[in-house]
């Protein structure tokens, strides 16, 4: 009855309010995010979506998505996802889509409100067990706690390696709970649960009338091993790889297989392994979503982990030397160092801009293009096509040198 109490008053106490833009520009696809109708219990699992209008446009998306508490079991980078919900906290859950207009707003979110109201479980203490003796300046504390709320039940969690506990442990036990109901009033007020789950640790809660009983935070924590997956630090640029690996924290069967996918781009080493590099090529600044499945995990424990990795594109021509020159001879010095950045850039291309007096004779111009064109390749070895001069006319001789990266355009003279 006092689940179906609980129950009925969260229901009464729900609100869901959701985020998204006000005043939106008509010209801006809509974004809203659509959560689950009714209570979701914690622990349970529950779905979210976002709903894009386009407005009939196609466009290329990306979804990444964050949760204010509760853990993201499946779905990052997909347009839904399910998540685990919290115990005793407000959930919002949001999403930030990538690839919507320039300007347009693109990020939404949706909070659930829960149980505002109600009262909930608060831990006191949690001990390590393998250390913990009950101490008495520990007990006392949770007694000061005890005694300032004279109406509220002591809810401990005993937690356990192996079952059974040995005799060391279980006179531990007695010893602390003796003290406590001593010294709390009595030991109708405590309430004792034992986990055998691979943990060793003893949690301490306060439960308020009306609340519900308390989760063990932490007692399954060997149970399900927790997965990360870390992303490249900083930014990645253009032509670099973007290097991804997996953390795994707990104990994972022996059999277990990895399989990785990503949003954009190619794994071209560690497919099956805790590490990949990806190659991707873009023409605007990227996000890239890499995904981890741990095949193979203990049966009802989350398996999956992403993470997100920004890439800047360099989409301009780069200037890298300008200088006055003479209409028959050319600066090796100064090409020589422009050509050693060049060759740093991987697919990037040099671009030459000679600028001629416009009293030059076309056989000058053309003989300094020859000899231009003939040191780069015969001397310094590059390929022709990595390459290109143009010719503009002036009322100076001079020279500039460029490095054009992949999918830039090239400069106007």
């Given at each position: 009855?006092?689940?179906?109490?609980?129950?009925?008053?969260?229901?009464?106490?729900?609100?869901?309010?959701?985020?998204?833009?006000?005043?939106?520009?008509?010209?801006?696809?809509?974004?809203?995010?659509?959560?689950?109708?009714?209570?979701?219990?914690?622990?349970?699992?529950?779905?979210?979506?976002v709903n894009v209008d386009d407005k009939g446009r196609k466009q290329n998306l990306e979804y990444l998505w964050s949760v204010s508490a509760g853990e993201i079991i499946?779905?990052?980078?997909?347009?839904?996802?399910?998540?685990?919900?919290?115990?005793?906290?407000?959930?919002?859950?949001?999403?930030?889509?990538?690839?919507?207009?320039?300007?347009?707003?693109?990020?939404?979110?949706?909070?659930?409100?829960?149980?505002?109201?109600?009262?909930?479980?608060?831990?006191?203490?949690?001990?390590?067990?393998?250390?913990?003796?009950?101490?008495?300046?520990?007990?006392?504390?949770?007694?000061?706690?005890?005694?300032?709320?004279?109406?509220?039940?002591?809810?401990?969690?005993?937690?356990?390696?192996?079952?059974?506990?040995?005799?060391?442990?279980?006179?531990?036990?007695?010893?602390?709970?003796?003290?406590?109901?001593?010294?709390?009033?009595?030991?109708?007020?405590?309430?004792?649960?034992?986990?055998?789950?691979?943990?060793?640790?003893?949690?301490?809660?306060?439960?308020?009338?009306?609340?519900?009983?308390?989760?063990?935070?932490?007692?399954?924590?060997?149970?399900?091993?927790?997965?990360?997956?870390?992303?490249?630090?900083?930014?990645?640029?253009?032509?670099?790889?973007?290097?991804?690996?997996?953390?795994?924290?707990g104990e994972v069967p022996k059999n277990v297989s990895y399989w990785w996918s990503v949003s954009k781009g190619e794994i071209i080493e560690g497919q099956g392994s805790?590490?990949?590099?990806?190659?991707?090529?873009?023409?605007?600044?990227?996000?890239?979503?890499?995904?981890?499945?741990?095949?193979?995990?203990?049966?009802?424990?989350?398996?999956?982990?992403?993470?997100?990795?920004?890439?800047?594109?360099?989409?301009?021509?780069?200037?890298?030397?300008?200088?006055?020159?003479?209409?028959?001879?050319?600066?090796?010095?100064?090409?020589?160092?422009?050509?050693?950045?060049?060759?740093?850039?991987?697919?990037?291309?040099?671009?030459?801009?000679?600028?001629?007096?416009?009293?030059?004779?076309?056989?000058?111009?053309?003989?300094?293009?020859?000899?231009?064109?003939?040191?780069?390749?015969?001397?310094?070895?590059?390929?022709?096509?990595?390459?290109?001069?143009?010719?503009?006319?002036?009322?100076?001789?001079?020279?500039?040198?460029?490095?054009?990266?992949?999918d830039a355009e090239f400069p106007a003279p």
């Amino acid at each position: 009855m006092k689940k179906l109490a609980s129950i009925s008053a969260c229901i009464l106490a729900l609100s869901i309010a959701s985020f998204a833009q006000t005043d939106p520009d008509p010209n801006c696809p809509t974004i809203s995010v659509d959560g689950p109708a009714g209570v979701v219990s914690p622990g349970d699992i529950a779905r979210y979506t976002v709903n894009v209008d386009d407005k009939g446009r196609k466009q290329n998306l990306e979804y990444l998505w964050s949760v204010s508490a509760g853990e993201i079991i499946s779905g990052q980078g997909t347009p839904g996802i399910e998540v685990r919900q919290p115990e005793n906290a407000r959930l919002t859950v949001t999403v930030k889509v990538n690839g919507v207009p320039e300007g347009c707003p693109n990020i939404s979110s949706e909070t659930s409100s829960g149980c505002d109201g109600l009262p909930i479980s608060v831990k006191l203490a949690q001990f390590d067990g393998a250390t913990f003796i009950g101490n008495k300046l520990d007990l006392d504390k949770i007694v000061r706690e005890m005694d300032d709320s004279p109406n509220d039940q002591l809810y401990i969690y005993f937690a356990y390696k192996n079952e059974p506990a040995g005799k060391t442990e279980q006179n531990r036990e007695r010893r602390a709970v003796d003290y406590l109901a001593d010294a709390i009033g009595g030991r109708e007020r405590i309430t004792i649960v034992r986990l055998f789950d691979g943990v060793d640790l003893a949690q301490f809660w306060r439960v308020p009338p009306g609340a519900s009983n308390p989760l063990c935070d932490g007692c399954d924590g060997s149970a399900c091993p927790k997965i990360s997956v870390i992303a490249p630090a900083g930014i990645t640029e253009p032509g670099e790889l973007f290097s991804f690996s997996a953390k795994i924290d707990g104990e994972v069967p022996k059999n277990v297989s990895y399989w990785w996918s990503v949003s954009k781009g190619e794994i071209i080493e560690g497919q099956g392994s805790l590490g990949i590099k990806v190659t991707a090529e873009w023409k605007t600044e990227i996000n890239l979503i890499a995904t981890i499945e741990v095949i193979g995990s203990p049966e009802g424990c989350p398996n999956a982990a992403s993470e997100i990795s920004s890439a800047a594109c360099n989409c301009t021509p780069i200037l890298f030397d300008e200088f006055t020159s003479l209409a028959s001879r050319i600066d090796k010095v100064r090409f020589d160092v422009w050509v050693e950045e060049l060759r740093k850039r991987e697919n990037a291309t040099g671009y030459i801009i000679e600028y001629f007096l416009r009293k030059t004779a076309k056989k000058v111009v053309d003989k300094k293009i020859v000899l231009i064109t003939s040191y780069l390749t015969k001397t310094k070895g590059l390929d022709a096509k990595s390459f290109k001069v143009v010719v503009v006319i002036d009322d100076q001789n001079r020279t500039k040198l460029y490095i054009v990266p992949p999918d830039a355009e090239f400069p106007a003279p």
